[in-house]
């Protein structure tokens, strides 16, 4: 059992250490967030303004600097997976002392750490200085991206979720890309669910991305243990539900690899 | 040099024919991606709808002018996407060598580049353009010729604005996805209301990241005939065009072969 997590934990710093060493990919990725905040915050700057809220953009871009560590640290997990189903390179891992699915996942764990980090540490500080005082008690950071790093986890999953759809479609991009839009808008992703029509919201509840995404972000302006608790328990059951059918379509795509090979 | 443009295009419309005929392959996949995309633009629409919903206007936009905005954007981002969107895999083709393959071409090779790749899915950006258009509130014959050369020159620039950032990878490895992250900033910064960006913010939007060219000036350009928003646009085309392909040609010079072997 130690060795087996060993294993995994050594893939997942290998991993961390690529992608800390792509600084080029690193950079763009901080220009994009640093354009995001910038923009959406003299967004919320001006509806404040106009609306005579006070400090409305601190509220709204903590939100959206939280939400967007965990879109944009997701590392394509769906095109590897199905690029490595499609040409059958999956076909080599098979006979390795390591599950190829967990080799993956492992890997796109360390590769999401290093963005999510540096996204947490720079952007912190832009937001910071963009809003003055944030809507939060600093005590209650740390849990917040912390939760936010483990929905970032479970997005990942998700998206290797749709990845192992290469066993029945040629093409998933469309498939993700759909899923991303969802998320955006079910989710909250870029405005909170709360400035949303109550029956839209009440559809989106139905959906993974109301509480890996809406629930667990909002704790950053509505911390309470209770709304902590609702996230952990609806992140739980989704993860559930994604985790059987990974199973099932691995299983799936096992037995064909072993079958009929690469 | 008219026969050479008329050659350019002969062999333009070819390769579109080509992609149409392997795009209908499969018609059911690809009206099924061009649903999508139209499907995946709307709900984008959609967040946008709700703000104005909330709010009426800001800073003097209503929904009218979102909707002019999100028109020529996606008339823009289509015409990219499915006749030029070569150049976005331009880093990939200098990072291993398969450039080669296009200058050995007696074509012009970044009109080569550009052409060879094409997204039928986006198909479903012009669907959603003309039909933001015409919700727009602003219809009519003239102001719809207005809206296709808005589009047409916000491609440009957009088009330019991808080759200074693909021809990045001519002086650095592994720029890929820096080109495209920087370039969604870009097209992020286009699809906000123009009207936010004020003051030192108004600089940046049209200089650091040329994105007014893309939202201030089209609105401008449809909703009041303003004959300087058309010079500003066409004018912001050119620079922005010719500092591409210069910015492209010293690449050129600085690319070492990756000594494949091909032909293309």
């Known amino acids: 059992m130690t060795d087996s997590s060993a294993k995994y934990r050594a893939l997942f710093g290998l991993s961390f250490k690529q992608a800390w060493s ?19 915050n003299r967004l919320w700057e001006v509806i404040g303004l106009q609306d005579n809220v006070k400090r409305l953009n601190s509220t709204f871009i903590w ?100 990845g192992l759809c290469a066993l029945w479609l040629n093409s998933i991009r469309t498939l993700a890309m759909a899923f991303e839009r969802l998320a955006f808008i079910f989710g909250g992703a870029i405005f909170p ?9 009440d559809i989106a509840k139905w959906t993974p991305f109301y509480s890996i995404y809406y629930l667990t972000i909002k704790l950053v302006y509505d911390f309470s243990w209770s709304n902590l608790c609702e996230a952990v328990l609806l992140n739980v059951f989704w993860v559930s539900l994604i985790l059987v059918f990974i199973g099932y379509a691995y299983a799936k795509l096992n037995k064909k690899v072993n079958v009929y090979g690469g | 040099m008219a026969d050479k443009f008329s050659n350019m295009l002969k062999l333009f419309l070819f390769v579109q024919k080509s992609n149409l005929k ?24 959609f967040m946008w709808w709700v703000i104005f919903e909330n709010k009426g206007t800001i800073n003097g936009w209503n929904f009218g002018d979102m909707a002019l905005l999100f028109g020529v954007m996606n008339n823009a981002f289509a015409t990219f996407a499915l006749f030029a969107r070569g150049v976005q895999q331009l880093p990939e083709f200098i990072d ?11 074509r012009n090779s970044l009109f080569m580049i550009s052409i060879s790749e094409s997204t039928f899915a986006n198909w479903g950006d012009y669907v959603t353009g003309f039909l933001m258009f015409f919700v727009s509130g602003h ?49 992020t910064f286009g699809s906000q209301p123009a009207s936010i960006f004020t003051g030192w913010y108004k600089i940046v939007f049209l200089t650091i990241i040329p994105a007014g060219f893309l939202s201030l000036y089209p609105v401008e350009l449809i909703k009041e005939h303003s ?34 072997f091909g032909v293309r």
């Not at chain 1, 792509?22 to 959406?40: C, D, P, Q, T, V």
């Not at chain 2, 809206?147 to 890929?176: E, K, N, P």
């Not at chain 2, 004959?227 to 010293?250: D, N, P, Q, W």
């Open chain 1, 22 to 40: 792509r600084k080029a990919n690193l950079s763009g990725l901080l220009f994009f967030l640093f354009i995001l905040l910038f923009i959406y």
């Open chain 1, 63 to 162: 939100y959206l600097l939280l939400a967007e560590m965990i879109i944009l640290s997701s590392p394509k997990m769906e095109r590897i997976l199905f690029d490595d189903v499609q040409s059958g390179t999956m076909a080599y891992y098979v006979n390795k002392p390591v599950s190829f699915f967990l080799m993956r996942y492992c890997e796109g764990i360390g590769n999401m750490s290093v963005s999510f980090l540096l996204m947490g540490l720079l952007g912190s500080v832009v937001t910071f200085v963009l809003t003055a005082a944030p809507p939060f008690e600093w005590w209650q950071f740390p849990l917040i991206v912390l939760m936010c790093w483990v929905s970032s986890c479970i997005n990942v999953l998700f998206y290797a979720g749709i």
């Open chain 1, 193 to 201: 669910l709360s400035i949303y029509p109550e029956w839209f919201v």
């Open chain 2, 22 to 45: 392997t795009a209908f392959l499969s018609k059911g996949d690809a009206l099924v991606n061009v649903v999508m995309m139209t499907v995946n633009n709307l709900s984008f629409i």
């Open chain 2, 96 to 106: 291993n060598g398969s450039l080669d393959n296009f200058l050995v071409s007696p």
């Open chain 2, 139 to 187: 219809v009519t014959w003239t102001n719809f010729g207005l809206f296709l050369l808005a589009g047409l020159l916000a491609f440009v620039i957009m088009y330019a604005l991808r080759v200074i950032l693909s021809s990045l990878a001519f002086f650095a490895a592994d720029t890929q996805r820096l080109g495209d992250n920087v370039f969604m900033a870009f097209l």
């Open chain 2, 227 to 260: 004959t300087a928003a058309f010079l500003i646009m066409l004018a912001g085309s050119v620079v922005f065009f010719l500092l591409a392909v210069k910015i492209y040609a010293l690449g050129l010079r600085h690319y070492g072969s990756g000594n494949r």
